[in-house]
């Protein structure tokens, strides 16, 4: 990574990180997240401040007034990053998308560590995957944001970086790896834009729905203004496929085009949401001009409130 991009980034985990780190616990681990990394601790009093998920059924029906439970948080809880470096995440009509969730994954990973979590990742594309196995502390953590925020080309790839997981390659083999590597339920992000599975949503759909059953699973899926509209204004190019490249003339001041594309990727856009809603996975869309702290804050937030 540039001297000047490592910076950049250095600065922005240092100031948005703790604010995370205070989101994670309060909007996050504690009241959206209860798999084996939050424990029961008590039952109390119903605020009207509080989730209405936490009532107790059993204890309200039994005392004739609410109760809610509340837990305690286990440090020993990991969180795994799953990030896409597939072509199609190299593009963006500002910053990259790769870039967008690249930072948003560093962000994570450092306020987790913060908190004194156990954070990991696996990097995949078409060709590879690679995993890089939980490990707590800022040392750590730092490590991996640099290689999180990285997205130049011609350093690192997934199938040279890391442990390798013998596992297929592409979205439905990153998560089927972590099914298969994450022996006690953890907290997993996924961060792609879901353009580069085999078969389309019906490729990932299942091994989502798979990891979600047994992990508290968050999708982040990173857009582009480009996704409404195309590039460009009245003139003709030849565009090439992010993930085949091959090569397409579009006449891109075409209006019956401008219309077929936004119609396709709103489709697109459906197709994916309807895989993501059958799998019961939170849910965020990231987009490229968005600020990923402030977004990620906002849906930790958004998730302590039960909205």
Known sequence: MPEETAR???????????????????GGFRSVFRGRGIEFDALRDYDAEDDARLIDSRATARFGRAFVRTYREDRNLTVLLILDESRSMLYGTGRTRRRAAGTAAALLAYAA?????????????????SYVPPRAGRRSALTLTGRLSSEDPAGPTPRDTG??????????GALEAARALLKRRSLIFVLSDFRSAAGGPS??????????????????????PSDAEPPGGGASAEVFDAETARPVFLSLGSKGLREAWSAFQGESRLDCLRALRSSAASFLELDTRDDPGKALVAFFERRRRGR
Request: proline share 3%; net charge positive; glycine share 12%.
């Open 8 to 26: 950049r980034t250095l600065r922005r985990l240092l100031f948005t990180a703790p604010v995370l780190s205070r989101a994670l616990v309060s």
């Open 113 to 129: 560590a913060l908190n004194g979590t156990s954070v990991g990742a696996i990097f995949f594309d078409t060709e590879g995957i």
């Open 163 to 172: 442990a390798r997981t013998g596992r297929g390659a592409g979205l439905a």
């Open 203 to 224: 490729g990932y759909s299942a091994p989502l729905g798979r990891l979600a059953a047994r992990h508290d699973l968050v999708v982040v899926r990173v857009t582009d």
